[in-house]
């Protein structure tokens, strides 16, 4: 009933007070909807606004795919839009590829090709279903295109993730600015090349907030 409830009264598109700022191209806004009960988001580009959210079983109200979901619709996207535009630079007349993505944890016994020989890993499964008409040259084409995606790049290559965390202004204008450098893939929790402190906190002068 609140799913049903939630989605007559929210929508991607309805704006929100206080989200209205000019988004950079590349740059997303993701933010909390006031009043809601669950787990419901708006996420917002320069031009397009989603709702993500999760099922009722973890809270949620189910009005949009779950943070996972997104993850692996915008890795299954990007390969597939990959693999489009170099079948054209070939002129191969192509039929329309579906690619079905799932995320599962595995331990990393079971990852022959992975360098954690303990524990738990994530592994994204990918499956991608191609023309039946294509030769298996241009199918093996295709696969391996499919792994030079900048998505698929990007979460195989060492990332580390840099938070900034900004307090809500108080009446005197006060707050801590904190930055901190979260997991570096494949690295573990705050390794980098330069092996600098990941995390700094200090106060910051700004006009409208210290």
Known sequence: MRAEQGAEELTAEEPDAGTTEMIADGSVV?????????????????????????????????????????????????????????????????????????????????????????????????????????RAEQREALGRIADKCPVHRTLTNEVEIATTVVSGRSADGGGIRIEHSGWVAGRGRCRTARSRPCCRSWPVRRRGWW
Do not use: F
């Open 30 to 134: 993701v933010q909390e909807l006031d009043g809601q009960d669950g787990l419901t988001h708006r996420a917002r580009t320069n031009a397009h606004t989603l709702l993500v959210d999760e099922p009722p079983a973890v809270g949620g109200a189910d009005l949009g795919p779950s943070p996972y979901d997104e993850l692996l619709a915008g890795l299954g996207a990007c390969a597939s839009m990959t693999m489009r535009m170099y079948a054209r630079r070939k002129g191969w007349d192509v039929a329309p590829a579906q690619v079905r993505l799932w995320h599962e944890r595995i331990h990393a016994d079971d990852c022959a090709a992975c360098e954690t020989g303990t524990g738990m890993l994530d592994r994204i499964n990918r499956e991608i279903t191609l023309d039946p008409d294509l």
